[in-house]
């Protein structure tokens, strides 16, 4: 029984008007292992910060963090009520694609049509037209995420936490993908915090890129991305944020 | 198919061992006979059969309805489930060879008892698969769902009650299977009809043939109520199904 056991946390009284984020020398164990440690890291409201580290640094951890869905064991985590696309899509395997996105309307109480006709349009938007009613199981990888992230969208909340998103699409979707992202985020700003294995996606969208050590993560590089969008990878200056990126990442 | 062949084997290999094996015919019939007294005495059997029927509907029709909502409480109530989860098990662990003639001699000879045996038997699988499936629900679902400001009963409506509806479909089937027997054994503990009262009268009046004609319609009920069953479950459950199956 789960639900019932763990505490509360998502229902934590968020800091009031909060919309950014604010992780100050927060540490998570779990038993043995230190996944995060004395990690420092803010994020402005409607503010784009990726989070790029080596595998099993704690990216994951810092996102559960953020979402209130685990404690720190020592130090503090602020932020405004936060979404989160999970690095699993946690799609359920019974409920429609359509359904699948629509789930945050649901679960607040909206009825099944008016759920779906909100969801609907945003749902074409990101080429899943015609794939309403398939189930997750008929569903390429690239596109279960889309679904996911239009979840994490609809949830409505003023912080999004972006745990991978694009990592199962192809080369050509993704930059697809990140221009839509881009574009919304132009339309209708967040407060983003994406964590991706990819340095390139990171200087595309970011307007900060943070850096983490291996485990346990703590921020080793926090990088600017002063370049005005829409953002050319093959740009000088793009090339040299990327090197850069890649150089802090390496040692 | 291969499972027509095999039954067509077996059935073969009896009616050899009956005709040639030198076994009297008042103890085990060949399936000639058995088939003779199937449609000879149709109307007998079947107005037994609609007694035993009803008696099992209506019993796994108590046992359902007790089972999930005794479930759903525990699983809401954790206090409750630590009170009466081992009353649960004790449930399953009655003899109700003994217990069957108690329940006649207080709700008397009537579809009473009966019903009462029958959802005694099935409900311990259905309540324990349910509960069991409903406390399973993946954790990182869950904590999706509270990301998502989802309140208890969202989580149970959206989450978990979809992902145990499985489980709970599983150990409604094996609760039909079991349902067949328990009301055999209540009707041995008293009763003025059914099908197992039919058994019961036909051995001592030597009309073997007639108590195995009664078995096999028992037995093909309870093949029917399975497969009944296991097609509600592909309805309902599209998304489990598994290809290649029988
Ligand atoms: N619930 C948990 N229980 C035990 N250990 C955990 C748990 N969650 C994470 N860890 C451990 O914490 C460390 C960091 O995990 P985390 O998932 O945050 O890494 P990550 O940076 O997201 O890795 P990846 O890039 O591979 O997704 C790992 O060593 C992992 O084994
Ligand atoms: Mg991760």
């Given at each position: 029984?789960?639900?019932?056991?763990?505490t509360?946390?998502?229902?934590?009284?968020?800091?009031?008007g909060a919309r950014g984020?604010?992780?100050e020398?927060?540490t998570?164990r779990?038993?043995d292992?230190?996944?995060?440690?004395?990690?420092?890291?803010?994020?402005a409201?409607?503010?784009?910060?990726a989070?790029?580290?080596?595998?099993?640094?704690?990216?994951?951890?810092l996102?559960e963090?953020?979402c209130?869905?685990?404690?720190?064991?020592d130090?503090?985590?602020?932020?405004?009520?936060?979404a989160l696309m999970p690095?699993r899509?946690?799609l359920?395997?019974w409920?429609s694609?359509?359904d699948?996105?629509a789930?945050?309307?649901r679960?607040r109480g909206?009825s099944?049509?008016?759920?779906?006709?909100a969801a609907?349009?945003?749902?074409?938007?990101?080429g899943?037209a015609?794939?309403?009613?398939a189930?997750?199981?008929?569903?390429?990888?690239g596109?279960?995420?889309?679904?996911?992230?239009?979840?994490?969208?609809?949830?409505g909340k003023?912080?999004?936490c972006l745990?991978?998103?694009?990592?199962?699409?192809?080369?050509?979707s993704r930059a697809?993908?990140?221009?839509?992202?881009?574009?919304?985020?132009g339309?209708?700003?967040?407060?983003?915090?994406?964590?991706?294995?990819d340095?390139e996606?990171?200087?595309v969208?970011?307007?900060?890129v943070?850096?983490?050590?291996p485990?346990?993560?703590?921020?080793?590089?926090?990088?600017?991305?002063?370049l005005p969008?829409?953002r050319?990878?093959?740009d000088?200056?793009?090339?040299?944020?990327r090197?850069?990126?890649?150089?802090a990442?390496?040692s | 198919m291969?499972?027509?062949l095999?039954?067509?084997a077996?059935?073969?290999?009896?009616?050899?061992y009956a005709e040639l094996?030198?076994?009297d015919?008042?103890?085990?019939p060949?399936?000639s006979?058995i088939?003779?007294?199937?449609?000879?005495?149709r109307?007998l059997?079947?107005?037994?059969?609609l007694?035993?029927?009803s008696e099992?509907?209506l019993?796994i029709?108590?046992?359902?309805?007790l089972?999930?909502a005794?479930a759903v409480?525990l699983?809401f109530?954790l206090?409750?489930?630590?009170?009466?989860y081992?009353?649960?098990?004790?449930?399953?662990a009655?003899?109700?060879v003994?217990v069957?003639?108690l329940?006649v001699?207080?709700?008397?000879?009537?579809?009473?008892?009966?019903?009462?045996i029958?959802?005694?038997?099935?409900?311990?699988p259905?309540?324990?698969?349910t509960?069991?499936?409903?406390?399973?629900?993946d954790r990182?679902?869950l904590?999706l769902?509270?990301?998502l400001d989802?309140?208890?009963?969202s989580?149970?409506?959206?989450?978990?009650?979809?992902?145990a509806l499985?489980?709970?479909?599983?150990?409604?089937?094996?609760?039909?299977?079991v349902?067949?027997i328990?009301?055999v054994?209540?009707?041995y503990?008293g009763?003025?009809?059914?099908?197992?009262?039919?058994?019961l009268?036909?051995v001592?009046?030597?009309?073997?043939?007639?108590?195995?004609?009664?078995v096999v319609?028992l037995?093909?009920f309870?093949?029917?109520?399975f497969?009944?069953l296991?097609?509600?479950?592909?309805?309902?459950?599209?998304?489990?199904?598994?290809?290649?199956r029988?």
């Amino acid at each position: 029984m789960p639900f019932q056991t763990e505490t509360p946390a998502a229902r934590r009284p968020h800091p009031p008007g909060a919309r950014g984020v604010r992780v100050e020398s927060a540490t998570r164990r779990f038993g043995d292992v230190t996944a995060v440690e004395a990690l420092s890291l803010s994020v402005a409201p409607g503010e784009v910060v990726a989070v790029v580290g080596p595998s099993g640094c704690g990216k994951s951890t810092l996102l559960e963090l953020v979402c209130g869905l685990s404690e720190p064991d020592d130090g503090v985590v602020e932020a405004g009520p936060a979404a989160l696309m999970p690095q699993r899509d946690l799609l359920l395997p019974w409920a429609s694609a359509l359904d699948n996105a629509a789930l945050p309307l649901r679960v607040r109480g909206v009825s099944k049509a008016d759920a779906r006709a909100a969801a609907a349009p945003v749902f074409a938007e990101l080429g899943l037209a015609g794939f309403e009613g398939a189930r997750p199981s008929e569903l390429s990888g690239g596109m279960r995420q889309r679904v996911a992230f239009l979840r994490t969208l609809l949830a409505g909340k003023p912080v999004l936490c972006l745990d991978e998103p694009f990592a199962a699409l192809d080369a050509l979707s993704r930059a697809d993908m990140q221009r839509w992202l881009a574009d919304a985020l132009g339309r209708e700003p967040r407060t983003v915090l994406l964590v991706t294995h990819d340095v390139e996606e990171a200087v595309v969208l970011a307007d900060r890129v943070a850096v983490l050590s291996p485990r346990p993560g703590r921020v080793v590089a926090e990088l600017p991305v002063p370049l005005p969008r829409p953002r050319s990878v093959t740009d000088r200056a793009f090339v040299a944020l990327r090197e850069r990126a890649l150089e802090a990442l390496g040692s | 198919m291969i499972a027509l062949l095999v039954v067509l084997a077996l059935l073969g290999a009896w009616q050899l061992y009956a005709e040639l094996g030198g076994v009297d015919r008042l103890i085990l019939p060949a399936p000639s006979e058995i088939a003779t007294a199937l449609v000879e005495d149709r109307g007998l059997l079947w107005n037994n059969f609609l007694v035993t029927a009803s008696e099992v509907a209506l019993g796994i029709g108590a046992a359902l309805l007790l089972g999930f909502a005794c479930a759903v409480a525990l699983h809401f109530w954790l206090p409750l489930r630590r009170a009466t989860y081992p009353l649960l098990i004790g449930s399953q662990a009655i003899p109700i060879v003994i217990v069957a003639p108690l329940l006649v001699v207080w709700l008397g000879f009537g579809m009473a008892p009966k019903v009462a045996i029958i959802a005694l038997i099935c409900f311990f699988p259905v309540a324990v698969t349910t509960l069991d499936a409903l406390g399973r629900t993946d954790r990182d679902t869950l904590k999706l769902l509270r990301t998502l400001d989802a309140t208890r009963w969202s989580a149970f409506r959206f989450a978990e009650a979809p992902a145990a509806l499985p489980a709970a479909l599983s150990g409604a089937k094996i609760a039909v299977a079991v349902a067949v027997i328990g009301a055999v054994f209540a009707e041995y503990a008293g009763s003025s009809e059914g099908l197992g009262h039919l058994i019961l009268q036909s051995v001592p009046q030597l009309e073997t043939a007639r108590a195995w004609a009664a078995v096999v319609v028992l037995a093909a009920f309870a093949v029917l109520l399975f497969y009944a069953l296991d097609v509600a479950q592909r309805r309902l459950l599209p998304w489990t199904r598994t290809e290649g199956r029988p």
